[in-house]
């Protein structure tokens, strides 16, 4: 195990690092870091969501210097892509005088103009936009030291090759070329021949995982009730001694909060922590005075606890060894073992990935309504309510209440303090999806997707592939209508942002789909 100390990153940014909860590098930042700072190309190939971001993002960060002029250069595929990474540089970036700037098309080019111009070390485009700026003379690449081309699987699928080729060009001889990929199809591997010199290849591979017989579930969730999701699925699960996962350091701190403060017996265990403290959290759960262990996957690492009855996937692991790793904390010495997984839409793909490579058989089941778990919650209240009020020592309190009684009906007075302390704690970085008025059906939305008859496609194929894709029943499909070029289909609002992050991208039948929400006058204008 590396850690990011001993990749001799400097101060400042592994204070950032710590910062985003960056607990230890994933395998393939700890071995493309240390190659990458010594100048050489690298070709980095490990699958979507195993943090290859970081694994340039890191190094570039690091070897930048203050001197305002474009030192680095990221060609990514997508408009999103190219905010996400920009995104996620500014925060490895938070401590150094390094600029970052995301350019592509859809934004105004003047606003682009004018940011390029105050002076620039990082930009981050899509090919096509880096090229107008190239024409136009607004970026100059002559001092560019390194570039990457990353998912660059996906940008010669989606047909940059002329403009990356062009782009490169650009460039000085003497650069440093990394390019990322989750796949190596020929194309790229022509692609890192003609254009780089001598590349390092970091392979994450993922050998064999197996995984024992534990029952398997999975919730689909969104993120903005991910948390009232969790807690309705562990209010109706017999939780003797769970751990929960999350991503990072701050996920754990966060989560904890939220759950002590809804009143569940829970503590937080990461790498933070020292020894001491960790101690002290173990042998809280060990007596059982605590339900429920959160905990990153390093923290989780130590633990040996044998008769943990849930675990549970708050987020989703970044890999198929990571969640074999996890969930093999439970079903121990022949006990029965639940794992639990929650998925929003964006982890869908990377979930389906997990759950073919460990061939798992992982059942989808639906988070419990509300209703449901209503009725138990109140109970719980009123067994805690019962027992404060005969534990006594309320003197203070009803000294507080004072006047108030006057005032107020007392049976009200005591649910307003109910609703204080019950009071939801909601996450707020949810990313809502909101469709707009895409001109379909109450209850539904409409989609609109890039291909139609003239790609060999019919209704029954459509229905299978979005129905495995997203992982939705095909009675959640409603009308399709199928022209030459493109097609219309409605799916109900619930399964619509799993449709969304499942097929926006993608292939059927081979070819390369784009979908997106409709239009409402497309439904008259495209026909
Ligand atoms: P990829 O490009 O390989 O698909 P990303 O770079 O987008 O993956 O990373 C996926 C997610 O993992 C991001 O949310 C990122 O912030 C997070 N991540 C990356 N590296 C780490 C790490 N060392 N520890 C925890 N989370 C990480
Ligand atoms: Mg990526």
Do not use: K
């Given at each position: 195990m590396t850690t990011f100390l001993e990749l001799g990153l400097s101060k400042k940014v592994m204070q950032a690092i710590d910062e985003m909860g960056f607990e230890e590098p994933s395998p393939i930042q700890a071995q493309c870091i240390p190659v990458v700072v010594t100048g050489k190309d690298v070709v980095g190939q490990a699958q979507t969501g195993t943090g290859k971001t970081a694994a340039f993002g890191i190094p570039l960060v690091e070897m930048a210097?203050?001197?305002?002029?474009?030192?680095s250069l990221i060609l990514t595929p997508t408009r999103e892509l190219a905010i996400q990474v920009a995104g996620e540089l500014r925060k490895i970036a938070k401590y150094k005088r390094i600029r970052t700037l995301p350019i592509y098309g859809g934004q105004s080019i003047g606003h682009q103009i004018k940011a390029l111009q105050q002076g620039v070390q990082i930009v981050i485009g899509t090919p096509g936009r880096v090229l107008d700026h190239i024409r136009r003379g607004t970026l100059k690449l002559d001092k560019v030291r390194t570039i990457v081309l990353d998912e660059a699987d996906e940008m010669l699928d989606m047909g940059f090759i002329e403009d990356i080729e062009a782009i490169l060009q650009e460039t000085p001889k003497e650069r440093q070329t990394l390019l990322f990929s989750a796949t190596m199809p020929d194309l790229v591997k022509k692609l890192a021949k003609r254009y780089m010199k001598e590349p390092v290849a970091v392979t994450i591979n993922r050998g064999e995982v197996s995984v024992p017989l534990i029952e398997q579930v999975y919730y689909k969730v969104l993120e903005r009730n991910k948390l009232e999701s969790l807690c309705r699925i562990i209010d109706s699960e017999e939780i003797q001694l769970g751990i929960i996962f999350c991503r990072t350091k701050r996920g754990v701190d966060e989560l904890t909060e939220a759950l002590i403060a809804r009143g569940y017996m829970t503590d937080g265990l990461h790498g933070d922590l020292s020894q001491a403290q960790r101690d002290r959290v173990m042998k809280k759960f060990r007596n059982g005075e605590i339900e429920m262990l959160i905990a990153t996957d390093v923290a989780a690492r130590g633990i040996d606890v044998g008769n943990v009855s849930h675990v549970v996937n708050y987020d989703i692991p970044q890999d198929p060894e990571s969640y074999v790793h996890r969930i093999g904390?439970?079903?121990?010495?022949?006990k029965r073992g639940l794992a639990l997984t929650l998925v929003t839409p964006r982890e869908y793909k990377l979930f389906k990935t997990i759950e073919k490579e460990t061939k798992a058989n992982i059942v989808m089941r639906e988070v419990p309504t509300l209703a449901d778990v209503a009725e138990r919650q109140a109970e719980i209240w009123r067994d805690r309510l019962r027992a404060t009020v005969q534990e006594g020592g309320l003197a203070h309190y009803r000294a507080i209440l004072g006047n108030l009684l006057d005032e107020f009906d007392p049976i009200d007075l005591a649910a307003a303090a109910l609703k204080l302390t019950a009071g939801d704690a909601q996450s707020e970085d949810a990313e809502d999806y909101d469709f707009g008025d895409t001109g379909a059906a109450p209850g539904m939305v409409r989609f609109f997707i890039n291909i139609g008859r003239s790609a060999k496609i019919g209704p029954s194929d459509l229905i299978r592939t979005i129905s495995e894709e997203a992982g939705i029943p095909v009675r959640a499909i409603g009308k399709i209508d199928i022209f030459d070029k493109f097609t219309f289909l409605e799916v109900e609002e619930e399964s619509a942002p799993f449709v969304f992050e499942s097929l926006r991208q993608s292939r059927i039948n081979g070819s390369r789909v784009n979908l997106e929400p409709a239009r409402p006058r497309e439904r008259m204008s495209r026909r």
């Open positions: 210097a203050n001197a305002r002029h474009v030192q904390r439970t079903g121990r010495a022949g």
